[in-house]
């Protein structure tokens, strides 16, 4: 027997494994319950996903969560800095704790919370991660279309069984250019539309939470929450029948869309929603979002409607 056969024979394994396949294409979207079951219960461990539970809160994840759901509490990715509560990690942290949550560049990744009524809603929990594994190179991720409360309502099999993913390994190369700076946005270009995805009220500043009222001069006003179902609101409309309403706001494909909220998680679902539902070319976040933007207090705020 020819002794390098076993050695080849693995490398050809690894590489068939490695491939994606035409269900495991890279791509960044939504996927139903449904098709979400089929991968997780893939005969073939080797093409199973990661899933993913990014509920805040940890015993919301004992009471019953998907089958092989490792919990990442969303909030970990975050932290004080400089003062600035909500901060994002530096880039160490935030790597070690994907790969001890198990991300890993060659599977695909599932990514679900619940919530599904206002104001409670943590589907921004899920477009918050997905973000963050977007920007650390990830390029399989789906979020499942209508979060836990439709994965139940289809009788879909939940389980209490804690499940921990084996350590993973992040991309060489991440996409830090999705994201942006105060800077940036202070110095945006002619023609970039700056849309602010909190509800109307905190827009226009009529609200108890922020440290200076209303939003960053300049920006339109587009709540996140206009993108999903009254129902559900884990659940994405389909882009056909917002089109003609992003498209009146001001958001269209041809634009250079620079998007922020309170502390980026509403702003992630409305930058998910436009780059990878929409396919919007264009779309960036700014990470510090208003409670960054109101504490550099040299900075100017706008309150009530948008100057005509």
């Given at each position: ?52 539970d ?29 003062g600035?509560?909500?901060q ?20 695909t ?23 963050v ?46 994201a ?5 946005v ?8 700056l ?7 905190e ?26 179902e ?26 250079e869309i ?21 396919k ?10 208003w ?18």
């Amino acid at each position: 027997m020819n002794p390098f056969q076993p050695r080849v024979s693995c490398l050809l394994l690894a590489l068939v494994v490695a491939a994606p396949s035409a269900a495991h294409a890279a791509d960044i979207g939504i996927i139903s319950p449904a098709e979400a079951k089929k991968l997780i219960e893939d005969a073939d461990a080797a093409k199973r996903p990661i899933v993913l539970d990014t509920r805040g809160g940890y015993k919301d994840y004992f009471r019953g969560h998907l089958p092989t759901a490792h919990h990442l509490n969303f909030d970990t990715l975050r932290g004080t800095d400089n003062g600035v509560p909500v901060q994002y990690l530096p880039d160490g942290l935030t790597k070690a704790l994907l790969v001890r949550a198990g991300v890993d560049k060659g599977r695909t990744h599932l990514i679900y919370a619940t919530g599904d009524k206002l104001p409670n809603d943590e589907i921004l929990s899920a477009t918050m991660v997905a973000y963050v594994l977007e920007k650390y190179g990830v390029e399989n991720i789906r979020i499942v279309d209508g979060g836990l409360p439709e994965w139940t309502k289809q009788k879909l099999p939940v389980t209490q069984e804690y499940y921990g993913n084996k350590q993973g390994a992040l991309p060489e190369k991440g996409k830090p250019e999705i994201a942006i700076t105060t800077d940036d946005v202070v110095k945006r270009k002619a023609g970039a539309v700056l849309v602010d995805a909190r509800p109307h009220n905190e827009y226009v500043g009529d609200d108890d939470v922020w440290l200076r009222k209303g939003h960053i001069p300049g920006a339109i006003s587009f709540h996140w929450a206009r993108l999903m179902e009254k129902d559900n609101t884990h659940k994405f409309i389909a882009f056909e029948k917002v089109k003609a309403e992003l498209e009146a706001a001001g958001l269209k494909a041809d634009k250079e869309i620079l998007v922020y909220c309170g502390t980026s998680r509403e702003g992630s679902l409305l930058r998910f929603y436009l780059k990878h539902v929409a396919k919007y070319p264009n779309v960036r976040l700014y990470e510090g979002s208003w409670k960054e933007y109101v504490s550099l207090k040299d900075l100017p705020a706008e309150k009530g409607e948008p100057k005509k």
